[in-house]
């Protein structure tokens, strides 16, 4: 069976019968976990186990897991900064900074793949332009070259520990200040001074180092009436035609207000597969899985599918396995030298 174009969320810590239909459906291809869905480390491996179980290939399973206020795990995991504090010092030390940032992507990739996860919706490649609080300190620099030379290295990271990179939110969500889950931010930056800033990162990562985007909920009013996730200028003219970009592009949330303005959740799915997405997020709305699934049309796509397959984790450690390794420890220490915090639940026993 291929791997669907749908990723819902679940609502508690276990599958009820009803999620475990839902899980099956052919149009389903990944889950998304919060919060919500966490108990413990016991827990949510049990949890990933048993979504692993339902199908082959198995589902996708994915976590906004960056650090600092999107950790979505935190009980038994590293308490990760945010990464922010990766690249503050940036410019007065390059090589310590890429280093940090390297094993701090390791660090993240590797606890998440040894209770199951196959990836998290990392890295942020949004410029910080002091703004957008939604973005703010999940933004690595202000720099578009210091965002890309981090991110590479956090990538680099991540794929030490066989986790794919998500980069978001594609072509930019830090010159806004509206927070697109609360309503739909407007950008009047023309494409030129886009692609010397905040494109800039999408750029020189997409053809190697990511094997998926994000796009923005965000209309670029300059350049299309649609916001980015559903716009075919944004997704095939630019991120498949001028970036040449071969991963998979998997919608933000489509229950967030800046996607309200293509209607309902089935024609908001509609639109954002017509404009190129490869996988929806269909979330945080109670009902609205069910009436996509209803009323959702989706064709068999051979190159949509291997896409999304490249997203699979791979080589995951147990867990017991990974804390007494010598890398995780020097992991941990690297983050608690960067940004110090009193009540980081670590063991280095």
Not at 19 to 38: A, C, D, Q
Not at 98 to 123: H, I, T
Not at 263 to 290: F, H, I, K, Q
């Amino acid at each position: 069976m291929a791997l669907g174009s749908l990723m819902v969320d679940l609502l508690a810590t276990e599958l009820s019968e009803t999620e475990k239909e839902i899980l099956k459906h052919p149009l389903v291809g990944g889950v998304i976990l919060f919060s919500r869905n966490f108990e413990s480390v016991e827990q949510i491996t049990r949890l990933c186990d048993e979504i692993h179980q339902l199908r082959q290939p198995h589902l996708l399973i994915s976590v906004d897991h960056e650090g600092g206020r999107v950790q979505r795990f935190r009980k038994g995991f590293s308490r990760l900064p945010p990464v922010a504090a990766i690249g503050k010092e940036y410019h007065q030390h390059p090589k310590l900074t890429l280093e940090r940032a390297e094993e701090s992507g390791w660090l993240m990739a590797a606890e998440l793949r040894a209770v199951g996860v196959d990836f998290s919706f990392a890295p942020v490649l949004d410029l910080d332009y002091g703004v957008s609080q939604v973005i703010g300190d999940r933004s690595f620099h202000r720099d578009p070259l210091a965002v890309t030379d981090i991110a590479r290295a956090y990538i680099q990271g991540m794929k030490r520990a066989w986790m794919s990179a998500v980069g978001k939110h594609f072509p930019g969500h830090g010159a806004v200040e509206v927070d697109s889950h609360l309503g739909l931010p407007v950008d009047s930056r023309h494409l030129e001074d886009m692609l010397q800033a905040d494109m800039l990162p999408f750029t020189r990562l997409c053809q190697t180092e990511l094997a998926g985007i994000m796009p923005a909920h965000i209309v670029y009013e300059n350049n299309d009436k649609l916001p980015a996730c559903f716009s075919p200028f944004w997704l095939q003219e630019m991120l498949r035609g001028k970036l040449q970009f071969q991963g998979a592009i998997l919608s933000d949330d489509l229950s967030m207000e800046g996607a309200a303005i293509m209607g309902g959740p089935l024609e908001r799915a509609e639109a954002a597969l017509s404009a190129g997405c490869d996988m929806v997020l269909v979330c945080n709305n109670p009902g609205s899985v069910e009436q996509v699934i209803d009323g959702l049309k989706v064709s068999t796509d051979p190159l949509r599918n291997a896409r999304l397959m490249r997203l699979h984790g791979r080589h995951a450690t147990p867990r017991h396995e990974l804390q007494q390794s010598a890398e995780w420890k020097q992991a941990v220490q690297t983050v608690m030298d960067y940004a110090p915090d009193p009540e980081m639940e670590l063991n280095l026993t």
